[in-house]
């Protein structure tokens, strides 16, 4: 019988050395992301990085995205749909994290739609077309092409604008402080520099909501 | 008496055999999922080889069964050398052969080093080395 508590209370320990442990680690990953926040504000928003919402909101909802991620897709709405029911109080900011192989093909592509000004006609419709060319075990970035004109771009420039070295310096940076930041997953979304700490669109809302009422508390 | 107290110690070998394995798959858990660090190809297999550990090695406490041995000493030896290869893979013995760069983790890549030097790959090698070491004393002990 003894050996059957000994043999209970070891497996108990391990479990609860095993949620203390990570409890603690990430209130201390928290911790140190919400301080970095405060001092290396570019680390979550670059100067080249797309934005969507009013230049005065208080809260910022940083998204490392890749083009070929299939959650991405799906959470794309639940983000429009957060910023148009908050107006002026939500910013959106897409960095660029293209895990999935080749996928900075498309951030290309995406980059060289920016500069005819059809950015999110061109995200909407790769997201849209995405299991057409971004299957795990066939992807074909090709196909993307077929797709294009239906946001109204310019298939020509796009061709040519989209091997400007200065996008590829721009994934890489954006590369870089994904690695700074612990974005191993797309999405991975930080609102306020505050790091979403289970992936989740119920907790999404509830950090952004938390944001919200922290920032316009009337 | 002695023969109880014998039953005993041996029960005890083997139940800190199966802590080490505990530990050891709580802790590559921990790295994973709370710490979020990616395990490489070669982590992988040496998790085949440990997770069956806890529940062989938990089986063979309740009633204690010597022979628990047998099946627990080839997946902690097979488990050992694929450590042992990784440690080298590690400190650069073995040159990691050149592949094309995926977004997967490099078997060689630096997670944490625990007081300047102790690697994941090092922690899982002793583990290893230490419920091998607790096998074979119990092996020892039951055939004489």
Known sequence: MKTHLIFGLSVIGLILAFAVGSSYYKGKQAEKIGFLAQENAELFVRDHSQTMGSDDAKVYLIEFMDPACETCAAFSPLVKQMIVTNPGKIKLVLRYAPFHDGADYFVKILEAAKKQGKYWETLNVMYKTQPYWASHHNPQPQRIWQFLPQAGVDMERIRKDMNDPAIAKLIDQDLADAKTLNVRKTPGFFVNGKPLQTFGSKQLLQLVQSELKANYPN | ?144
């Open chain 2, 1 to 144: 008496m002695t023969q109880s107290n014998r039953k005993k110690a041996n029960w005890n070998i083997l139940f800190l055999c199966w802590l080490v394995a505990g530990i050891s798959a709580t802790g590559s858990l921990f790295f994973s999922h709370v710490m979020e660090f990616a395990p490489c190809v070669l982590c992988w297999y040496q998790r085949i080889f440990l997770f069956p550990l806890i529940i062989i090695l938990a089986a063979g406490l309740f009633p204690f069964d010597k022979s628990v041995v047998k099946y627990a000493l080839p997946l902690a030896i097979i488990g050992w050398f694929t450590a042992a290869y990784h440690n080298l893979l590690y400190a650069g013995v073995i040159p990691e052969s050149i592949q094309p760069c995926t977004q997967g983790v490099s078997c060689t890549e630096e997670y944490i080093e625990l007081f300047g030097f102790i690697s994941i790959p090092m922690l899982s090698l002793l583990s290893f080395s230490i419920i091998i070491a607790f096998l074979i004393i119990l092996l020892r002990r039951t055939t004489q």
